[in-house]
């Protein structure tokens, strides 16, 4: 079955850039989704087919994935941005990465 | 504004069964697929099961884990999603969302529901 690997947690200063990464056999061939997901709360989606934000997400979450990798960047990272975050990708089901867990600090 | 709002959790016994609803708002809720997915304790998110809608031809996908005990299902005509679950297993408890495929084809899941919370225990 088809896997998906994300790094289990990435630290960053406040002000600085993120990247989070999820790896997976061709994933560059599939549309790529990540999800933001804060303790207590519903998962948010904050990028989808790669590189698009649904609306009211803001300019700092974007996309890339091209080959094995897809990665989420936010650009100024916030302490409100502290949270865990998902890559999701369609095989022959939906698949998740296992999540990494960001710490603004 | 869309809400999804799910019920019908609670404590059940290893091999009995249990209904999931979620009622839909806020958009045209016969135009997109829909999907169950959940969260168990402690641990990161792991899909469910899927529904097309009826353009689509309201075709249906199932995670190994789940499948010939889980049926998704819908109701166009009330808004509603179902999840039912049979056999239910103790490695089945979780937090259970419902959330909508976002746009068309392969666009995410979201917005998500606040989730019900089933556990398998005897």
């Known amino acids: 079955s088809y896997e998906l690997t994300q790094p289990p947690s990435v630290s960053v200063s406040p002000g600085q850039t993120a990247n989070i990464t999820c790896s997976g056999d061709?994933?560059?061939?599939?549309?790529a989704s990540w999800y933001q997901q804060k303790p207590g709360q519903s998962p948010l989606l904050v990028i989808y087919r790669d590189t698009q934000r649904p609306s009211g997400i803001p300019e700092r979450f974007s996309g890339s994935n091209s080959g094995n990798t897809a990665t989420l960047t936010i650009g100024g990272t916030q302490a409100m941005d502290e949270a865990d975050y998902y890559c999701q990708a369609w095989d022959s089901s939906v698949v998740f990465g296992g999540g990494t867990k960001l710490t603004v600090l | 504004e869309v809400q999804l709002v799910e019920s019908g959790g609670g404590l059940v016994k290893p091999g009995r069964s249990l209904r999931l609803s979620c009622t839909a708002s806020?958009?045209?809720?016969?135009?997109?697929?829909m999907s169950w997915i959940r969260q168990a304790p402690g641990k990161g998110l792991e899909w469910v099961s899927f529904?097309?809608?009826?353009?689509?031809?309201?075709?249906?996908e199932h995670a190994a884990s789940v499948k010939g005990r889980f049926t998704i299902s819908r109701d166009d005509s009330k808004s509603i999603i179902y999840l039912e679950m049979n056999s239910l297993k103790t490695e089945d408890t979780a937090v259970y969302y419902c959330?909508?495929?976002?746009?068309?084809?392969?666009?995410?899941?979201?917005?998500w529901g606040q989730g019900t919370l089933v556990i398998v225990s005897s």
């Open positions: 529904i097309r809608s009826e353009a689509d031809g309201g075709t249906t």
């Open positions: 806020g958009f045209t809720f016969g135009d997109y697929a």
């Open positions: 959330t909508r495929q976002y746009s068309g084809y392969d666009t995410g899941f979201g917005p």
């Open positions: 061709e994933l560059g061939d599939k549309f």
